[in-house]
């Protein structure tokens, strides 16, 4: 996997079916153990649309809040919900271009309304 090469997919536009690639910031990673005793990492990643839990099937002691990783995976069905399963991980450095990772709102105008209301 490269940074250089890969193709960002965001988080909350990916459906049941989908193949994903991406390079994303990690909100929290927690090992867990399956009821086999099987370890693996419970991830909260994050890009500009958003935050979605994915789960990894392996661990990684560097695998931690705050690092950014590049990931592959798929999107599959698990009891009639979309379960995000990362099939391969490397931890990687920030990105220099950060604009696929800062939240855009495309209707500020809307916004700006409410918030002028409040103020008062």
């Known amino acids: 996997m490269s940074d250089e090469t ?3 997919q965001f988080l909350k536009q990916l459906e049941v079916g989908d193949q994903f690639e991406g390079l994303y910031y990690v909100e929290s990673a927690y090992v867990k153990l399956t009821s086999t005793g ?5 991830l909260t990643l994050r890009d500009q649309s958003g935050s979605r839990i994915v789960k ?3 661990t990684n002691l560097e695998l931690k809040e705050g690092v950014w990783v ?5 999107v599959d069905n698990y009891q009639n919900a979309p379960s995000l399963i990362v099939k391969a991980l490397e931890i990687t450095t920030e990105p ?3 604009s696929n990772y800062i939240p855009c709102f495309t209707d500020l105008d809307k916004h700006k ?3 002028d209301s409040w103020i008062g």
Not at 38 to 42: A, G, H, I, Q, S
Not at 70 to 74: A, I, M
């Open 38 to 42: 099987k370890e693996y990492t419970d």
């Open 70 to 74: 590049l990931v592959v995976g798929s």
């Open 96 to 98: 220099d271009d950060l």
């Open 6 to 8: 890969h193709v960002h």
């Open 56 to 58: 990894y099937w392996g």
């Open 113 to 115: 309304t409410n918030i």
